[in-house]
């Protein structure tokens, strides 16, 4: 008798947290319901890459000097970096220049030590290919400058959740020259340099 009569109590525990975990998983639907869809219509719309986003590197190879810093800053020594030594002028003269994105992990170490600057960071993440050897960027390919979102006639650029005005949450219909929340760093720094003013 007392057998059955657990069997029975178990039986209706277990339908109560069924029943409990269906709810839980159904509110959550509900609640995604109410709210405005954030899907982007890729390749048609593309969201602008933030500001200090790490893209792809540039090189440019006029302004490098085969000083391999970026070789040493890297944490997995990934750029190859070909030069002889021109006995003429006693410098380095570059002969090759290459870093395969299969590998690189886009820390920008390298872009930030090259005393140069020939390295940049740029908004291209589009580096899928079928062949991972086509990874592989020679001193050519890096010298191409991607196309940007915001100048691609293709494509409609859409802002990010995070830079949207304050109190909006679609990026579809945003009037022309809305600006983000909150200040820009150069609005900031002008600001406090009129409270500097102010006070001496």
């Given at each position: 008798m007392f057998k059955v009569l657990k069997q029975v109590q178990d039986y209706a525990k277990e339908s109560f947290q069924a029943a409990k975990f269906i709810?839980?998983?159904?509110?959550v639907t509900f609640d995604h319901m109410?709210?405005?869809p954030v899907t982007v219509q890729y390749p048609y719309e593309k969201l602008i890459p933030s500001e200090r986003y790490r893209g792809r590197i540039h090189?440019?190879?006029?302004?490098?000097?085969?000083?391999?810093?970026?070789?040493?800053?890297?944490?997995?020594n990934l750029p190859v970096v070909d030069w002889n030594f021109d006995k003429k002028v006693k410098k380095k003269k570059l002969d090759?220049?290459?870093i395969d994105f299969g590998v690189c992990i886009f820390c920008g170490n390298c872009?930030?030590?090259?005393?140069?600057?020939?390295?940049?960071m740029t908004e291209e993440y589009e580096l899928a290919s079928y062949d991972r050897?086509?990874?592989?960027?020679?001193?050519?390919?890096?010298?191409?400058?991607?196309?940007?979102v915001t100048q691609d006639p293709a494509v409609t650029p859409l802002r990010e959740f995070a830079y949207l005005p304050k109190g909006e949450v679609e990026p579809h219909d945003l009037p022309a020259g809305s600006q983000?929340?909150?200040?820009?760093?150069?609005?900031?720094?002008?600001?406090?340099?009129?409270?500097?003013e102010t006070k001496e």
């Open positions: 709810g839980q998983g159904l509110s109410r709210r405005r090189f440019e190879f006029d302004k490098c000097i085969a000083c391999e810093v970026c070789v040493r800053v890297c944490p997995i090759h220049y290459s872009v930030e030590y090259c005393p140069t600057n020939c390295l940049s050897h086509e990874l592989n960027y020679d001193n050519v390919a890096l010298g191409r400058l991607p196309y940007k983000r929340p909150g200040k820009r760093p150069e609005e900031i720094l002008a600001t406090m340099t009129k409270e500097e």
